[in-house]
Structures are given as C-alpha cells and as structure tokens.
C-alpha cells in the first residue's frame, strides 16, 4: 500500500534553533517528493522538490534531503524564526495522476 | 504570481442543504483539484480535472460531484451535505504534466450543523 508517514506529528522549539522533520514513504513507483509549508488558515505553499538522482535540496534556511534507498526524506530547518510556525507536509508523486499526502508535522517555534 | 482563489473562507450549513464551492485559477493550468483536510489524515483527493468537462474521481468522492464547464474553473458540489463533511477543502491546480507543482487555494473551513 502507497503510504507516507511523517514523523513527529507535531514539535516545539525555541526561537534560534534548529529543528529536522522525517518523512517515509512507501510509494512505488516513485517519481518525486516535495516539501509543503502550510501556514494556519491558508492552502499549502510548496518549499523544495526533489527527483530519485536528487540528495539535497535548499530553499534559505530549508534543506531537504532524500534517500531514494531507505525511502526517507527530511527537512531540516536551521536558525528557526517565530514564522516558521506552521504545518509542514510531505507529499510524494507516483505514476500517472498519484500524488499521496503526509499527514505533516505541526511546527511551533516559541519565543 | 499564480493565483488560486475559493469563493468562500468559511461557510456553514445545515444537514441536507446543497453546498456549492467553487475554485477559479488564472494561469491557464489544466488540471484542478479538490482536496479535503482534516486532523491527522492529512490532504485526502476528492476529484480532480484535468481537462474541461473531464473529471475523475478521487479517493474519497463519496458524497460529492464537481463540475468543470471553463478551463479556470472548479466546483464542488456536495448535493446533501452531512456533518461528517464538516471539513476544511482546499482546491489546487497544475500544468497538465507538472502534476507534482500544484498550487493552493486558501481553503474554504466548512461546518455542517
């Protein structure tokens, strides 16, 4: 079954630090994974995309790495702000029109 | 900058009503969805378009029916709305091959009393 798991479901960090969120996933096949940030109230807002021959990704304080071998995936966000408060949801693409959502991990940075 | 608008931010309805929901993109993208989100399951695929007049179904369209008469728009019908379909629903849209690009709208909180 075509699953992503992401993992903690939801974290708390203090203003400054760095923080890293993992993602498994169980689809096959595989085409690509992508990073979404979803602030409260509004539709997500996409971070990095990343293929199989692709390890790391980086969008500002956001790196993303990926090992297509162990089907793993993390985002790894450095120097955290109080707007990096937020969902942050992985989502994998499969062949054809398949795309499957994480249930994503809810972020709160603390000041 | 692609814009995916919703026409409503929240909405509530009761048991039984028709309960439209509609979704307008202006970048010209053919493929269009609609999502549901709720605690802990994440974003779930109603229906999605990839064409005018062309629909297929999701994971979970039970309960529901959409509508795509223009290329820049969207609707999701549901034809008699229940209150396990209280739900934030977000709609999203994409070229015809870059299925993994999607763009958001930002959602449409809807309760079902």
């Known amino acids: 079954k075509n699953q992503v798991e992401q993992s903690p479901q939801s974290l708390i960090i203090l203003e400054g630090k760095n923080c890293t969120l993992q993602c498994n996933y169980t689809v096959s096949p595989f085409s690509n994974l992508r990073w979404y940030k979803q602030d409260t109230g509004r539709g997500p807002v996409s971070l990095t995309i990343?293929?199989?021959?692709?390890n790391t990704k980086s969008n500002g304080r956001y790196t993303a790495t990926l090992d297509a071998d162990t089907k793993q995936s993390s985002l790894h966000i450095t120097a955290s702000q109080l707007s990096d408060s937020a969902s942050y949801i992985c989502v994998v693409r499969t062949g054809g029109f398949k795309t499957i959502f994480g249930a994503g991990t809810r972020l709160f940075v603390k000041a | 900058d692609v814009k995916v608008t919703q026409s409503s931010r929240y909405l509530v309805k009761r048991t039984g009503e028709k309960v439209f929901l509609e979704c307008v993109q202006d970048m010209d993208h053919e493929n269009m969805f609609w999502y549901r989100q709720d605690p802990g399951l994440g974003l779930r695929l109603i229906y999605f378009s990839y064409d005018v007049k062309m629909k297929e179904k999701g994971d979970i369209p039970e309960g529901y029916s959409v509508s795509r008469e223009k290329k820049e728009r969207f609707s999701l019908i549901l034809e008699s709305a229940s209150t396990n379909q209280t739900s934030m629903y977000l709609c999203?849209?994409?070229?015809?091959?870059?299925?993994?690009?999607?763009?958001f709208g930002p959602g449409t909180r809807l309760l079902v009393l």
């Open positions: 990343m293929t199989f021959s692709e």
């Open positions: 999203a849209s994409s070229q015809r091959e870059r299925l993994e690009t999607q763009y």
